[in-house]
């Protein structure tokens, strides 16, 4: 986004002023969201606005990692798929432990 765009976009005007204990701050302070962010974008899911929730960076770099896993798993089910008839069943065993394995892997990952 340049400067332009920057200055054309609509400011918030309002101020709300909340008070926290000292244990809420450092709690909101961890997600490492801009504690107003955090404040408004939790107040408007609550209330229906924003349905989504809110994804710190580590969540979504989680998700992003998760995707492109997938997408290399369904790679190699396809090759498989492809190599399937002319191997032999000991291979055929053993691509199945690696994929069994890679999905244990994968279901062990908390987000």
Do not use: C, W
Request: hydrophobic share 40%.
């Amino acid at each position: 986004m340049n400067e332009y765009q920057k200055s054309r976009r609509p400011k918030r005007g309002h101020i709300i002023k909340v008070r926290l204990f000292e244990s809420e701050l450092t709690e909101i302070r961890k997600s490492k969201i801009a504690v107003a962010k955090f404040l408004r974008e939790s107040a408007l899911e609550k209330i229906g606005v924003i349905e989504d929730p809110i994804y710190l960076k580590a969540e979504r770099e989680k998700l992003y990692q998760l995707s492109k896993i997938g997408t290399n798993i369904n790679q190699i089910a396809y090759a498989v798929n492809q190599e399937m008839a002319r191997t032999g069943t000991y291979e055929k065993v053993k691509l199945l432990q690696l994929l069994i394995s890679i999905d244990n892997q994968i279901r062990s990952i908390s987000l």
